[in-house]
């Protein structure tokens, strides 16, 4: 996520606004320490213009 986050030249900051949630949330995500909700995980893909698939599943399959 981090990755495509940088891409689109997007802080966390600035992606939290966007999906309604804390910077710090973010973070958590970014840092494996929290799971997104569903709706979550959308509302970030489409902020980030991306799928949920190739926003989380790949990275958990590149592990």
Known sequence: MKKLRSSAKLSQAELAKLCKVSRQTINAIENDKYDP???????????LNTTVDELFISDFTRK
């Open 37 to 47: 909700t569903l709706q979550l995980a959308f509302d970030i893909a489409a902020a």
